[in-house]
């Protein structure tokens, strides 16, 4: 059992009726995801094509920004507000859509850009899980 999964089982209030496995599949997720996108960020600093990896560099480091905020988000429960937490989940996806788009278009070349722009696509497939079972 991961600590994430262990602190939302321990909240002493009802989640009400949020999914806690999605939750917490998701606030791992976004951890996972922003972890990727700041080392892809920075190796690709490291190559000798940083100049054709801007856009990339740029769209790691905002999709890793926003993935920290939702996994806060996430994390709190007290004075829950739906809408905030779906309009989160939906910039949340956008952004991981987008720089796994960028970095597929890079995978062929750069290992690192592969394996970020996988953990983009599974973050924002679980935030649209997520924002699905919200109702």
């Known amino acids: 059992m991961s600590t994430t999964s262990q602190m939302v089982d321990t909240y002493p209030k009802d989640l009400g009726g949020v999914n806690k496995a999605a939750l917490v599949a998701?606030?791992?997720?976004c951890q996972t995801c922003a972890q990727?996108?700041?080392?892809?960020a920075d190796a690709?600093?490291?190559e000798d094509s940083v100049s054709e990896l801007i856009k990339c560099i740029r769209t790691n480091l905002d999709c890793a920004d926003l993935c920290e905020v939702t996994a806060r988000v996430l994390s709190r429960h007290t004075g829950y507000d739906a809408n905030l937490t779906r309009t989160v989940l939906e910039t949340c996806a956008a952004a991981c859509k987008a720089c796994g788009d960028e970095c597929a278009t890079h995978a062929d070349h750069h290992e690192h850009c592969r394996i970020c722009a996988d953990a983009c696509r599974n973050c924002e497939r679980v935030c649209r899980e997520l924002i699905d079972s919200l109702g």
Do not use: P, R
Request: with cysteine; aromatic share 0%; net charge negative.
């Open 36 to 40: 990727s996108c700041s080392a892809c």
């Open 44 to 46: 690709c600093l490291s």
């Open 26 to 29: 998701c606030i791992e997720a």
